[in-house]
């Protein structure tokens, strides 16, 4: 026996007995009883934490939706404004159309808001009707 300081004595022997709140007795050795072994284990809860967090992260919520929808909408008017310009100024070229079909062709999330996708729908029209009459302008020329 060994006194350690003001709390008590250690035991000399080579395993510590752990027992849990049920009841069961788990055998360790001093090494895993050891500040490394406590580090090992809280890295892998870490390492569970954080993929819980991306996996929050990957789950949109209704606003989210109606921003990236939004976002998509003002895209497509952009390539549509460039268009224009590009048509008055007579320097149109497949460039900004391809943008346009590019615009068009990212998914397109459905927020709930019927107002919304009825503006999409108005847009995505739009975009769909000035692809077409590039093409009829292409087979012409």
Do not use: Y
Not at 50 to 60: C, D, K, T, W
Not at 99 to 123: F, P, V, Y
């Amino acid at each position: 026996m060994k006194v350690v300081g003001p709390n008590g004595v250690s035991t000399p022997a080579s395993t510590r007995t752990t027992r849990s709140a049920s009841g069961f007795s788990l055998g360790q050795s001093p090494a895993a009883a050891s500040p490394s072994a406590a580090t090992a284990s809280s890295a892998t809860g870490g390492v569970s934490d954080v993929s819980a967090l991306m996996a929050l992260q990957g789950i949109e919520g209704p606003l989210e939706k109606r921003r990236r929808a939004i976002r998509r909408g003002g895209g497509l008017l952009d390539r549509l404004d460039e268009l224009k310009l590009a048509l008055l100024t007579g320097d149109a070229d497949e460039g900004s159309l391809d943008q346009l079909a590019r615009t068009l062709r990212e998914e397109r999330t459905d927020d709930g808001d019927a107002d919304l996708s009825a503006l999409l729908d108005q847009i995505d029209l739009r975009a769909s009707v000035e692809l077409a009459k590039a093409e009829m302008r292409g087979k012409r020329g």
